[in-house]
């Protein structure tokens, strides 16, 4: 029966490299996808933070277009404003048109508006 044994352990023996083989081929194939999916899972998080730094910067760019805006806006209503004060400060004439400069009041300057000196003097 000795044989037998050393027959059995030889077999044991081959069975055994053949499965550490498998195993590390088994293994082998998982590091791997591992590894192709950790790059994918990266170049994803890269695509992200550049989308999201790209709608940052354009989000920027619409906020300081209405900030002009506003700014354009509100000198244009301060302009409206003294404009109805002076017609209804004058009861007896109306504004004339024709001598106020409206680019030279909405130009960027922050000193109040001034009314031309026909309509002040109504």
């Known amino acids: 029966m000795a044989p037998k044994n050393k027959e059995n352990n030889s077999d044991n023996k081959k069975k055994k490299q053949v499965s550490e083989e498998e195993d590390d081929e088994d293994y082998r194939r ?3 996808r591992n590894n192709q999916a950790v790059k994918r ?5 890269k695509l992200r933070t550049q989308q999201t730094l790209e709608r940052v910067n354009q ?3 619409e ?6 805006k506003i700014k354009m806006l509100t000198k244009e209503l301060g302009f409206l404003k003294d404009l109805f004060l002076a017609h209804a400060g004058s009861s007896q004439h109306s504004i004339n048109f024709q001598d106020v400069d409206l680019n030279a009041l909405l130009a960027d300057d922050t000193k109040p508006l001034e009314l031309p000196k026909s309509t002040a003097e109504l």
């Open 41 to 45: 899972s990266r170049v994803k998080s």
């Open 30 to 32: 998982r590091r791997d």
């Open 59 to 61: 989000l920027k760019r």
């Open 63 to 68: 906020n300081e277009l209405l900030e002009e």
